[in-house]
C-alpha cells in the first residue's frame, strides 16, 4: 500500500495548517516531515482532524483530475448510480459507474475509492498514534480529537469493505481490505478477511462513543457523540446485529428533529443548517469546486453537468410509479404526466443548490435515515413499535399514510421501500443491494433505464465489488493478481 506510506503533512506557518499529498514513489520526499514531527507541532492534531473534513469535500480527493473526483460525496453519488432507482440521462459524468466500466482494476474511478478513503485513514492512524498511548494523559480537547481520529477511520473502512468486498452476513471469512495501523509500513498490508476489518471498526468506534462524550462542536461538519451513533447504527445493521442497530440509531437522532413534510421536496437539500442534517460540509465560495461538484451533476437547472450539458439524473420510472400521490415527496420528481416543465419525464428536482454558484452543502447523515435504521432493525427483532417508527417518518411525508400493519418480512420490504424514496441520491441505495443480498434489475416492466444502462446483474454477483486499483496490486507485495476481485 505504498501510496499511503508516501502520504506527507506539511505544517504552514502557525501549525494550523495541513496539507496532504500521496505519491507513488520509492523513497520519502526530502522535504517531508514524519508523522512524529508532525504529531510534536502545536495544533497539529487538531489540524489534521480538519484537514481530513476538508479532503473529504475537495476535488481530487482521489488524486485524479475527473470531475466526479471530489470526496466521499462524489464516490457515493456514483455508487448511487451503480445501483437501479437513478437513472442517468445521457452519456455524461457518472457513466462509468453507471455502465459498470469504472469498477474494473485500469480505471480511475476504483482508484479514487481507495485513495479517498486510505488517504484518511493514514491521517487519521497520525492522530490516534500521536494520542492513542498508555503514557500520554489527555486533555479534554484531546480526547474529542482522539474520539474523531476513531470514527474517521472506521468510516473509511466501513466503506472501503463495502465498495471492495462483500457484504458481512455470509461472507464473514472472504476477503476484505487492507487495515493499516499506521502511516507507514513495508511491506504494504495484505487484505484482511471481511470478519476482520469489522474486528477493527467497531471496538474503534465504541472508543469513540467513549471519547466523544460531551463534545460540543463547532459545525455540522465535525462528527460527534450523535453522528459516531450513526455511523454503528448502519455498521451493526450491516452485520445483523438488530438490537444495537436500534439502540445506536435512536441514540444517534438524539437532538435531530424531522422537517416539515411540506418543505421535503422544496428545501432543495442544499443547506446544512437543515433540522434534519446530522452531518455534512459546508460549501462556500472558497470551498467550492464548481463544475466537479454534487450540485454541477444533481441540480437539473444548474449550468453544471446536469443542467448545462442535460446530465440530469432522473428517478426509476418504477420506483416513482409506487410513490403515492399523497406524498409529498413525490413533487422532488417530474411528473410525466402533462409535462411543460423543459426537463425529461422523471427528472429530479430534490437537489437544488440555492446560490446558483455551486455552493450548495453536502448531506453526509440525516436523522431520517436513523428512523428508518431502527425501524428496520426492530422489525426483524420482531418488535412491534417498529410501524410506530417507520409511521413517526412516512406520516411526516404523506399526511395518508395509515400506520402498516404488515409484520416480519412484509415489514421489512415496506421500509425498504420508505428506504428507496426518502434517501433517493443521497448514497445508500447501491450499498442497499449488496447489504439486502438484492439483484440489480433495469430491464423488467417499464423501465425508463438508457439503453447504455440497461444491465442487470444477478444478486451478490461479482460486479457488485469493484476491483482493486492497477497501481496497488503494482506496489503492495502482498496483494498480488491472485488476490483481485474477479472482473
Same mark, same amino acid.
Not at 432507482?85 to 485500469?106: H, K, P
Not at 461538484?293 to 446530465?311: M, Q
Given at each position: 500500500?505504498k501510496?499511503?506510506k508516501?502520504?506527507?503533512l506539511?505544517?504552514? *506557518?502557525?501549525?494550523? %495548517?495541513?496539507?496532504?499529498?500521496?505519491?507513488?514513489?520509492?523513497?520519502?520526499?526530502?522535504?517531508?516531515?514524519?508523522?512524529? #514531527?508532525?504529531?510534536?507541532?502545536p495544533?497539529?492534531?487538531?489540524?489534521?482532524?480538519? $484537514?481530513?473534513?476538508?479532503?473529504?469535500?475537495?476535488? #481530487?480527493? +482521489?488524486?485524479?483530475?475527473?470531475?466526479?473526483d471530489?470526496?466521499?460525496?462524489?464516490? =457515493?453519488?456514483? %455508487?448511487?448510480?451503480?445501483?437501479?432507482?437513478?437513472?442517468? &440521462?445521457?452519456?455524461?459524468?457518472?457513466i462509468?459507474?453507471?455502465n459498470?466500466?469504472?469498477?474494473? #482494476?485500469?480505471?480511475?474511478?476504483t482508484?479514487i475509492?481507495w485513495v479517498?478513503y486510505?488517504?484518511?485513514? *493514514?491521517?487519521?492512524?497520525?492522530?490516534?498514534? /500521536?494520542?492513542?498511548?498508555?503514557?500520554k494523559?489527555?486533555?479534554?480537547?484531546?480526547?474529542?480529537?482522539?474520539?474523531?481520529?476513531?470514527? =474517521?477511520?472506521? %468510516?473509511c473502512?466501513?466503506?472501503?469493505?463495502?465498495?471492495?468486498?462483500?457484504?458481512?452476513?455470509?461472507h464473514?471469512?472472504?476477503?476484505?481490505?487492507? =487495515?493499516?495501523?499506521?502511516?507507514? %509500513?513495508?511491506?504494504g498490508?495484505?487484505?484482511?478477511?471481511?470478519?476482520?476489518?469489522?474486528?477493527q471498526?467497531?471496538?474503534?468506534?465504541?472508543?469513540?462513543?467513549?471519547?466523544?462524550?460531551?463534545?460540543?462542536?463547532g459545525?455540522?461538519?465535525?462528527?460527534?457523540?450523535?453522528?459516531?451513533h450513526?455511523?454503528?447504527a448502519?455498521?451493526?445493521?450491516?452485520?445483523?446485529?438488530?438490537?444495537l442497530?436500534?439502540? &445506536?440509531?435512536?441514540?444517534a437522532?438524539?437532538?435531530?428533529?424531522?422537517?416539515p413534510?411540506?418543505?421535503?421536496?422544496?428545501?432543495?437539500?442544499?443547506?446544512?443548517?437543515?433540522?434534519e442534517?446530522m452531518?455534512?460540509?459546508?460549501?462556500?465560495?472558497e470551498?467550492?469546486?464548481?463544475?466537479p461538484?454534487?450540485?454541477?451533476h444533481?441540480?437539473?437547472?444548474?449550468? $453544471?453537468?446536469?443542467? $448545462?450539458?442535460?446530465?440530469?439524473?432522473?428517478?426509476?420510472?418504477?420506483?416513482?410509479?409506487? =410513490?403515492?400521490?399523497?406524498?409529498?415527496r413525490?413533487?422532488?420528481?417530474?411528473?410525466?404526466?402533462?409535462?411543460d416543465?423543459?426537463?425529461?419525464?422523471?427528472?429530479n428536482?430534490?437537489?437544488v443548490?440555492?446560490? +446558483?454558484?455551486?455552493?450548495?452543502?453536502?448531506?453526509?447523515?440525516r436523522?431520517a435515515?436513523?428512523?428508518?435504521?431502527?425501524?428496520?432493525?426492530?422489525?426483524?427483532?420482531g418488535?412491534?413499535t417498529?410501524a410506530?417508527?417507520?409511521f413517526?417518518?412516512?406520516?411526516?411525508?404523506?399526511p395518508?399514510?395509515i400506520?402498516?400493519?404488515?409484520t416480519?418480512d412484509?415489514?421489512v420490504?415496506?421500509?425498504?421501500? #420508505?428506504?428507496?424514496?426518502e434517501?433517493?441520491g443521497? +448514497?445508500?441505495?447501491?450499498?442497499?443491494?449488496?447489504?439486502?443480498?438484492k439483484p440489480?434489475?433495469?430491464?423488467? +416492466?417499464?423501465?425508463?433505464h438508457?439503453?447504455?444502462?440497461?444491465i442487470?446483474?444477478?444478486?451478490?454477483?461479482?460486479?457488485?465489488?469493484?476491483?482493486?486499483?492497477?497501481?496497488?496490486?503494482?506496489?503492495?507485495? /502482498?496483494? /498480488?493478481?491472485?488476490?483481485?476481485?474477479?472482473?
Amino acid at each position: 500500500m505504498k501510496q499511503l506510506k508516501y502520504i506527507f503533512l506539511l505544517i504552514i *506557518a502557525t501549525g494550523l %495548517f495541513v496539507s496532504c499529498e500521496d505519491d507513488l514513489l520509492d523513497t520519502t520526499p526530502a522535504d517531508s516531515l514524519s508523522a512524529e #514531527q508532525v504529531a510534536a507541532a502545536p495544533g497539529a492534531n487538531a489540524a489534521i482532524i480538519n $484537514g481530513i473534513y476538508a479532503n473529504l469535500r475537495s476535488w #481530487q480527493a +482521489g488524486s485524479t483530475t475527473a470531475h466526479v473526483d471530489y470526496g466521499h460525496k462524489g464516490l =457515493i453519488s456514483g %455508487f448511487d448510480m451503480m445501483a437501479q432507482d437513478i437513472v442517468l &440521462n445521457n452519456f455524461n459524468w457518472y457513466i462509468f459507474f453507471y455502465n459498470f466500466n469504472g469498477r474494473q #482494476q485500469t480505471s480511475t474511478r476504483t482508484l479514487i475509492a481507495w485513495v479517498t478513503y486510505y488517504s484518511e485513514v *493514514a491521517n487519521a492512524n497520525i492522530v490516534i498514534n /500521536n494520542l492513542n498511548t498508555p503514557e500520554k494523559t489527555l486533555t479534554e480537547e484531546e480526547e474529542h480529537l482522539l474520539g474523531q481520529a476513531f470514527a =474517521i477511520k472506521s %468510516f473509511c473502512l466501513f466503506n472501503l469493505v463495502r465498495i471492495y468486498g462483500h457484504t458481512y452476513l455470509g461472507h464473514e471469512n472472504d476477503p476484505g481490505v487492507p =487495515i493499516p495501523n499506521r502511516i507507514e %509500513f513495508e511491506p504494504g498490508k495484505p487484505r484482511g478477511t471481511i470478519q476482520d476489518v469489522y474486528d477493527q471498526i467497531i471496538p474503534d468506534l465504541e472508543k469513540a462513543l467513549t471519547l466523544l462524550d460531551g463534545f460540543s462542536r463547532g459545525s455540522k461538519q465535525q462528527i460527534n457523540k450523535e453522528v459516531a451513533h450513526g455511523i454503528l447504527a448502519n455498521v451493526y445493521l450491516e452485520t445483523g446485529n438488530w438490537a444495537l442497530a436500534a439502540q &445506536n440509531a435512536a441514540a444517534a437522532r438524539t437532538g435531530s428533529q424531522l422537517m416539515p413534510g411540506n418543505q421535503w421536496a422544496t428545501d432543495g437539500f442544499d443547506q446544512i443548517s437543515n433540522v434534519e442534517w446530522m452531518w455534512g460540509a459546508d460549501i462556500d465560495s472558497e470551498s467550492t469546486t464548481v463544475f466537479p461538484s454534487f450540485f454541477s451533476h444533481f441540480d437539473s437547472r444548474s449550468s $453544471g453537468y446536469a443542467g $448545462g450539458s442535460g446530465g440530469h439524473k432522473l428517478i426509476d420510472a418504477r420506483l416513482y410509479n409506487q =410513490i403515492p400521490d399523497s406524498d409529498l415527496r413525490k413533487a422532488a420528481w417530474i411528473s410525466p404526466i402533462n409535462n411543460d416543465s423543459g426537463l425529461p419525464d422523471y427528472t429530479n428536482v430534490k437537489f437544488v443548490d440555492a446560490t +446558483g454558484s455551486f455552493e450548495g452543502d453536502y448531506v453526509y447523515m440525516r436523522s431520517a435515515e436513523m428512523y428508518l435504521i431502527e425501524a428496520e432493525a426492530k422489525a426483524r427483532l420482531g418488535d412491534a413499535t417498529a410501524a410506530d417508527v417507520l409511521f413517526e417518518l412516512v406520516s411526516n411525508r404523506n399526511p395518508d399514510y395509515i400506520k402498516s400493519t404488515n409484520t416480519g418480512d412484509a415489514l421489512v420490504e415496506e421500509i425498504y421501500l #420508505q428506504r428507496r424514496i426518502e434517501l433517493w441520491g443521497e +448514497g445508500v441505495s447501491w450499498f442497499d443491494l449488496k447489504r439486502l443480498k438484492k439483484p440489480l434489475d433495469r430491464t423488467s +416492466g417499464d423501465t425508463n433505464h438508457k439503453t447504455f444502462g440497461q444491465i442487470d446483474i444477478e444478486a451478490e454477483g461479482n460486479f457488485f465489488r469493484l476491483q482493486i486499483p492497477e497501481d496497488e496490486l503494482n506496489s503492495n507485495e /502482498n496483494i /498480488n493478481v491472485a488476490d483481485q476481485n474477479p472482473s
